[in-house]
């Protein structure tokens, strides 16, 4: 795997468009970040359990790690890879760095697959031009101006014939644009809600500049995708909230939003599983991180 690769560098641009550049080695450098990256890629994954992510669960374990299926890469990557001569090379005062990856497509059983690692960069990567640079040439140090960068033995995501396989979200999103594969509700979907028969809401403009944020998006994207509301009356609710510790208002058989953007995030918490009174504490909590157990 990645034998005749070649380190590509994703560009930070403002347009939020995907560019690709090369990054020029000669080839004895070439093949030993190649060989890093092949024992980065394996590493990354080995005795790992890969969990599918559905936005709820965040990695605590180092022996975890989450999965998008069906991902597909922009094609800038993949039209890289596979025609690396086509793309130019990295103008290193001009071009600035968001992540680096090496990549290649392979046939298995007359089916194409293609596997790329991925390297989040950060600005401490680059040899500082601040100071002086002293490199150790036998037993003395001398002065370097030269301008450079350096080169992880890790990766942050690895991309395998379709699985996008990464620890956090947040720094995958950072590298490849995975918005669409994130559920949050639609403005569409909040309309709907809002019209529910079977809710409330006292204040229409104060329900839709809370609902703006990603937070409330995604927890009402899975009470709808549950449907919560259509399977539970709001003395329903207000039953299973008390057990929760969770106060619930009932205003004619509706149930209340509250306007209090922390009584509504509480709410919507408890509606989407995220609310949960302790065992042996008795008090109520909300995490921001569930996992389904099975048995």
């Known amino acids: 795997m990645f034998d005749n690769a070649t380190l590509f560098a994703l560009l930070g641009n403002k347009t939020n468009n995907t560019e690709v550049v090369k990054i020029p080695f000669d080839q004895i450098t070439q093949n030993e970040i190649n060989t890093i990256m092949v024992t980065a890629f394996d590493s990354f994954t080995q005795n ?7 936005g709820n669960y965040k990695v605590e374990d180092d022996n975890e790690l989450l999965m998008i299926e069906r991902v597909i890469l922009p094609e800038e ?40 690692a991925f390297q989040k960069f950060s600005h401490t990567q680059y040899i500082s031009r601040i100071g002086v640079n002293m490199f150790l040439n036998g037993n003395t140090f001398r002065k370097e101006n030269k301008k450079g960068f350096s080169i992880l033995k890790s990766v942050h995501c690895v991309f395998n014939n379709g699985t996008l ?23 569409s979907e909040i309309n709907e809600i809002s019209a529910y028969t079977e809710i409330f809401i006292p204040n229409e403009e104060t329900f839709r500049q809370h609902s703006d944020n990603q937070w409330f ?62 065992s042996f504490s008795n008090e109520t909590y909300m995490t921001n991180s569930k996992k389904k157990i099975t048995n």
């Open 165 to 187: 396989i990464f620890e956090k979200y947040k720094t995958a999103n950072e590298i490849i644009r995975l918005s669409e594969y994130y559920k949050e509700a639609t403005q």
């Open 217 to 278: 998006r995604k927890r009402l994207k899975v009470i709808k995708d549950n449907c919560v509301l259509q399977n539970n009356t709001a003395v329903e609710i207000k039953s299973k909230a008390a057990v929760a510790g969770v106060n619930v208002l009932v205003n004619n058989n509706k149930l209340v939003f509250p306007e209090n953007k922390n009584e509504l995030k509480t709410l919507l918490g408890f509606l989407a599983d995220e609310v949960f009174k302790g």
């Open 48 to 54: 790992k359990e890969i969990i599918l992510f559905d």
């Open 77 to 116: 990557i993949t039209n890289a890879i596979r025609n690396p001569l086509t793309v130019r090379e990295l103008e290193f005062e001009n071009d600035k760095i968001k992540a680096m990856f090496v990549g290649e497509f392979s046939t298995q059983n007359d089916i194409e697959i293609l596997r790329v």
